[in-house]
C-alpha cells in the first residue's frame, strides 16, 4: 500500500508563490513515477506535471510551463511543486499521485490519471485577487 500525504496547500495572492509537498515511504518514493494532478470546483481532474523516478525527466502540461515546477527529493522521500505567478484560475485542490514505472513508456505517458494507481487526500489551493 502506497500513502501519499500532501502539504503546504493554502490562500495566496495572485502573484504570489507557493510549494506543495507530497510526503511517502522510501519504498514507495524510488519506484514509482509521481504526478500532480488538480481539480477547480465544476470541473474534472486535470494533469498538472509529472516526474520520473530518477527525476530527471519531466513533463508538464502546456499551460502551465514556465510558472510551474515539479521536483523530487530522495532524502526527504518527498516530492513538490513549486507554483509561481499564481492566478486566481489555479485556483483548485492539488492531487499527488504515484504510477507503477513500466520501465518502457516516456514520461509523457503518465500524463494521464488513468496510469495512476495511488492518491493522496489533496490540498487546497486558494488564489485571490
Known amino acids: 500500500q502506497v500513502q501519499l500525504v500532501e502539504s503546504g496547500g493554502g490562500l495566496v495572492q495572485a502573484g504570489g508563490s507557493l510549494r506543495i509537498s507530497c510526503a511517502t515511504s522510501?519504498?514507495?518514493?524510488?519506484?514509482?513515477?509521481m504526478g500532480w494532478f488538480r481539480q477547480a470546483p465544476g470541473k474534472e481532474r486535470e494533469f498538472v506535471a509529472s516526474?520520473?523516478?530518477?527525476?530527471?525527466?519531466?513533463y508538464y502540461v502546456d499551460s502551465l510551463k514556465g510558472r510551474f515546477t515539479i521536483s523530487r527529493d530522495y532524502a526527504k522521500n518527498t516530492m513538490y511543486l513549486q507554483m509561481n505567478s499564481l492566478k486566481p484560475e489555479d485556483t483548485a485542490v492539488y492531487y499527488c499521485?504515484?504510477?507503477?514505472?513500466?520501465?518502457?513508456?516516456?514520461?509523457?505517458?503518465?500524463?494521464?490519471?488513468?496510469?495512476?494507481?495511488?492518491w493522496g487526500q489533496g490540498t487546497q489551493v486558494t488564489v485571490s485577487s
Open positions: 499521485a504515484a504510477a507503477i514505472d513500466h520501465g518502457y513508456y516516456s514520461i509523457t505517458y503518465y500524463s494521464s490519471a488513468s496510469r495512476y494507481s495511488y
Open positions: 522510501r519504498r514507495s518514493f524510488v519506484n514509482y513515477v
Open positions: 516526474i520520473d523516478r530518477s527525476g530527471g525527466g519531466t
